[in-house]
């Protein structure tokens, strides 16, 4: 009699087992394909609003320099014949009623001297006064990403759209750069002192 | 009796109640439009039995606009044109204010008057710059010990600090939650606005508010003819009546549009800042993203959408 050998069950894995993972499987793979399905059908949505890094003015519109008194203008009507002395000193014939406090620099660290309305940059880049900031820039880097981020400095225009970025000498005076201390507009009235359509505060009001 | 027939008698009750409020009404509107009472800006009937803002639809709004365009242009003697631009898709606005900047100089607080057409005489300042000592700063700032009324020759004076003050639009806005008529809400771009014709006066909004951000009309508009800002919203700078709350709505007249607040376009020092706050690319994200902010009494949760910042 041949001996059966002993039922150790089944070596391959039972049957509701394969299919309880073959269900999951499915399943997996379904949500999966719906949250693809949902990715394509929503493309990236941050777009959709009004951005200001999708205006066409990349570069800052720059707003010109207050303008220089005309009796100086144009600088070639003394500067044209005098041979240029680059020799750093202090100016006692003319402009001398202009007042410097600008660190150790002087007139030719900034102004070209050779070409009208021109500033020279380090580099011996000429560039004109509308584009001052780049001059600026030079030593006041740190400044530059806050200004064309549009959080230093000033700006008109529209929130969304253009909007003129205020160049750095329309705020600084580039010879005296401290702010200058201005007149404020008159105080608000005390609650006494306003008046209901011209009738002082004590007649109107009752005991 | 039946739920139908109850539903139906308040019905009619409530038909009734109507007709005698439009009677009513019609009466009254008779008396003010009697001789003397000519001026364009009085009681009407049409303002008496007028929807409040959000329960308008489109048509009732244009009319509405049309009506208040015409009326102001005849009480002010130019063209006036009144407008309900709506809020845009995707903006809610923010606004940055440097304080290492400020002067105190309140060139915004008069742009604001003048823009908004606040009343000259009682004067109303949507804006207040508030003056403190720079050493109480150390401590911290206790909007208690500001000081509105300084009146020096020259600004920014020694040892001062400046902390211009108007509505901080909070996105949980004490003054909306306690106002009785639904007369001031929320827009959708985060504006806290005032359906001016809904304010009953009331003035829990006021006490609610804990920025003293707005203010009571006591008296008449009264803004010269001259100066008046022909550019108005219906929810923003447009007259406002005696006894009725008013505040900064950020401009909405011009920032619907566009354009940058009054109050930011006058600033000599460019110490404010203003934008959309879900756009990355704008100013107001960057300098919450770059610089030091803060917002007025935080403990309170109120969530003010106004920023200030140390530059």
Same mark, same amino acid.
């Given at each position: 009699?041949?001996?059966? @050998? ?19 499987? /499915? ?22 609003? @009004? ?76 560039? @004109? ?40 000498? /329309? ?37 | ?13 409530? &038909? ?94 008069? &742009? ?200």
């Amino acid at each position: 009699m041949a001996s059966v @050998p002993p039922d150790r069950g089944d070596p391959d894995p039972p049957r509701h087992l394969l299919v309880t993972w073959l269900l999951f499987g /499915a399943a997996l793979l379904l949500v999966l394909g719906l949250f693809a399905v949902r990715m394509e059908q929503q493309p990236n949505t941050s777009r959709d609003y @009004p951005s200001r890094a999708m205006l066409p003015h990349a570069e800052p519109v720059l707003l010109p320099p207050p303008p220089m008194e005309d009796e100086y203008l144009p600088c070639s009507d003394c500067h044209a014949d005098e041979p240029i002395n680059r020799t750093p000193r202090v100016l006692e014939d003319e402009h001398d009623e202009m007042e410097f406090a600008h660190g150790d620099l002087w007139c030719l660290h900034c102004h070209a001297g050779d070409e009208e309305r021109r500033l020279r940059l380090a580099d011996d880049t000429r560039v @004109p006064f509308e584009e001052s900031w780049r001059l600026c820039t030079q030593c006041h880097a740190k400044k530059l990403p806050g200004w064309r981020a549009g959080v230093h400095g000033k700006r008109t225009g529209s929130w969304r759209g253009p909007s003129e970025y205020w160049n750095c000498v /329309a705020c600084h005076n580039p010879h005296l750069p401290p702010f200058q201390s201005l007149e404020p507009k008159p105080p608000p009235l005390r609650p006494e002192q306003i008046t209901l359509s011209g009738v002082p505060a004590e007649e109107t009001t009752h005991e | 009796m039946s739920d139908r027939s109850q539903r139906r008698e308040r019905k009619e009750r409530g &038909a009734s109640r109507r007709e005698f409020l439009k009677t009513t009404a019609v009466g009254m509107g008779a008396l003010a439009g009697a001789p003397g009472a000519a001026k364009a800006l009085d009681f009407d009937v049409e303002t008496f039995l007028q929807k409040n803002f959000r329960r308008m639809s489109d048509e009732e709004i244009e009319e509405l606009v049309g009506r208040l365009s015409e009326r102001y242009s005849k009480a002010y003697g130019k063209t006036v044109s009144v407008d309900a631009t709506g809020p845009i898709d995707g903006v809610v606005y923010g606004y940055g204010l440097d304080i290492s900047r400020c002067i105190g100089c309140r060139r915004c607080v008069y &742009a604001c008057v003048e823009e908004n057409n606040l009343s000259r005489d009682p004067q109303i300042h949507w804006i207040r710059v508030l003056e403190f000592e720079r050493e109480a700063a150390l401590r911290g700032i206790d909007l208690e010990d500001g000081n509105p009324y300084y009146d020096h020759d020259q600004v920014p004076a020694e040892d001062k600090f400046y902390l211009p003050v108007a509505c901080q639009h909070c996105e949980d806005s004490p003054c909306t939650n306690v106002c009785p008529t639904g007369a001031t809400w929320q827009e959708p771009d985060g504006i806290v606005v005032i359906d001016y014709d809904w304010c009953i006066g009331c003035r829990y909004c006021m006490a609610a508010c804990p920025y003293g951000a707005r203010h009571f009309n006591w008296g008449e508009p009264n803004v010269p003819a001259e100066e008046i800002n022909p550019d108005m919203h219906l929810l923003g700078n447009r007259p406002r009546s005696r006894g009725v709350v008013e505040k900064c709505s950020f401009c909405i007249q011009r920032v619907r549009k566009g354009r940058y607040p009054a109050c930011h376009e006058a600033c000599p020092v460019g110490a404010r800042k203003f934008g959309n706050m879900l756009d990355p690319e704008s100013e107001i994200r960057y300098l919450m993203k770059h610089k030091r902010t803060f917002v007025l009494k935080s403990d309170l949760n109120t969530r003010p959408k106004f920023f200030y910042f140390y530059g």
